[in-house]
């Protein structure tokens, strides 16, 4: 049993302040399993809030107006893995949702996930190892249409460390994951780092 808590911010980088676009939080209660194929199961909030930035730059101007994305979700996700693989699917149902931007009338989703990773090499008295692999959802809310990224780089971490960071190159088409604008139909590309502790 642990807790999670995470924050997905997108950023402008092309303004002189690069301004902050959204931030979606995501807290909640993990329970999971470590016998044959990993499983989690996950209860938690999502909250999704535009940026003042962009609000005052760009959005009153265009006639956008801010959406009061709230929803709690139940989903299961499991995971198979070797020395050289990893996959992951699962899927889930927002349970509750606030009345403003009202999703229980659709409220599946699925995702599922490859990982490959390379070999690893010491460096410094720690390890480098390649990696690529693609991510993949559908929503209800948009039809099961499909969205997915396919992303590759490098990860580093500690010997027999579960802490690591990862640098990655990122092309995302679809959906947007998170935020207000997950009915929106974009496409992006850029580079993403990730700390897990």
Same mark, same amino acid.
């Given at each position: 049993? +642990?807790? &999670?808590?995470?924050? %997905?911010?997108q %950023? ?10 959204? =931030? ?9 399993? !470590?016998?044959?194929? #990993?499983?989690g199961?996950?209860f938690?909030?999502? =909250? ?10 760009? !959005? ?5 107006q /801010? /959406? ?7 989903d299961?996700?499991?995971?198979l893995?070797?020395t ?5 699917? !699962?899927?889930?149902?927002?349970v509750?949702s606030n009345?403003?931007?009202?999703l229980s009338?659709?409220?599946? &989703?699925?995702?599922? /996930?490859?990982?490959? /990773?390379?070999p690893?090499?010491?460096? *410094?008295?720690? *390890? ?7 991510? %993949? +959802?559908?929503? @209800?809310a948009?039809?099961? =249409?499909l969205s997915? +990224?396919?992303?590759? #780089? ?5 010997? #027999?460390?579960?802490? *690591? ?6 092309? @995302?088409?679809?959906?947007l994951?998170f +935020?207000?604008? &997950?009915?929106?139909?974009? @496409? =992006? &590309? ?5 700390f897990e %502790?």
């Amino acid at each position: 049993m +642990s807790l &999670f808590g995470v924050v %997905f911010a997108q %950023f402008n980088l092309d303004t002189p302040s690069m301004d902050l676009l959204n =931030s979606d939080y995501l807290v909640g209660p993990v329970l999971t399993t !470590g016998k044959g194929p #990993g499983r989690g199961l996950r209860f938690y909030h999502q =909250s999704s809030h535009l940026g003042d930035e962009f609000l005052l730059n760009y !959005g009153i101007a265009n006639g956008v107006q /801010r /959406r009061n994305l709230s929803v709690e979700v139940l989903d299961l996700l499991v995971s198979l893995e070797d020395t050289w693989w990893r996959l992951f699917a !699962g899927g889930g149902i927002i349970v509750f949702s606030n009345k403003e931007e009202d999703l229980s009338p659709t409220p599946g &989703f699925v995702n599922y /996930r490859v990982e490959l /990773r390379g070999p690893a090499w010491g460096w *410094r008295n720690s *390890r480098l190892r390649p990696l690529f692999g693609g991510f %993949f +959802s559908q929503l @209800q809310a948009t039809g099961w =249409s499909l969205s997915g +990224s396919l992303e590759g #780089g490098l990860e580093w971490s500690a010997p #027999g460390s579960a802490q *690591r960071v990862r640098a990655l190159v990122v092309a @995302q088409r679809g959906a947007l994951p998170f +935020s207000q604008f &997950f009915t929106d139909r974009t @496409q =992006s &590309f850029g580079l993403q780092m990730q700390f897990e %502790f």
